[in-house]
C-alpha cells in the first residue's frame, strides 16, 4: 500500500503523464450548459469516462438525460456499450444522472497500465466529444 503522500504524488504523476501523452483540449465542462460535463476518472480498481447531468432541479437534470437517452443507439455507436443511471449518488450524497463507460482491472497506483487507462481515455472521451458535437442542438434544446 501507499502512504496518503505516495498516493497523492502518483495520481499528480497520473495525470501529468495523460496530459503530455495525449496533449489535447478535451471539451468536458465546456458544454455550454450548465452542470452538464464530461469527465475523466481512474482509481485503483478501473477507469471510467462518463457524462454527469448534474443539474439541482430533477425536472431540468432529468429532462436532459431523457434526451441523452433517446439517442441511445446513436451514443452506442459512438461509444460502445455504456452505464446509465438516472439517479446516481455520489459519495458526498448528491444525486446526479449519469452515463458512463468503464474499464475493470487497471489502477492508476499501477504504472503498467497507465497506457491502457490512456488510450481508454482517448477513445471514449473522443466518442462522447464526437456525439456531443454531433446532437449538441437537439441536446440543448430543454
Known amino acids: 500500500m501507499f502512504s496518503k503522500q505516495e498516493a497523492q504524488q502518483l ?22 450548459v450548465k452542470d452538464f460535463s464530461f469527465k475523466f476518472n481512474a482509481d485503483n480498481k478501473k477507469a471510467e469516462v462518463s457524462l454527469d447531468i448534474e443539474m439541482k432541479d430533477e425536472v431540468y437534470r432529468n429532462a436532459y ?6 439517442l441511445e443507439d446513436i451514443l ?3 461509444i460502445g456499450e ?3 443511471e438516472e439517479y446516481f449518488t455520489l459519495e458526498n450524497g448528491k444525486i446526479i444522472a449519469k452515463i458512463w463507460v468503464e ?3 487497471v489502477s492508476i497506483f499501477n504504472k503498467n497500465t497507465w497506457q491502457e487507462i490512456f488510450e481508454f481515455f482517448v477513445k471514449k472521451m473522443d ?10 442542438d437537439f441536446i440543448k434544446d430543454v
Open 65 to 70: 438525460y431523457e434526451k441523452i437517452w433517446s
Open 82 to 84: 455504456f452505464h446509465k
Open 76 to 78: 452506442k455507436d459512438f
Open 127 to 136: 466518442g462522447f466529444e464526437r456525439f456531443y458535437y454531433e446532437y449538441e
Open 11 to 32: 495520481k499528480k504523476e497520473f495525470w501529468t503523464a495523460f496530459g503530455k501523452s495525449f496533449p489535447r483540449k478535451w471539451l468536458l465542462y465546456d458544454t455550454k
Open 103 to 105: 474499464k475493470q482491472n
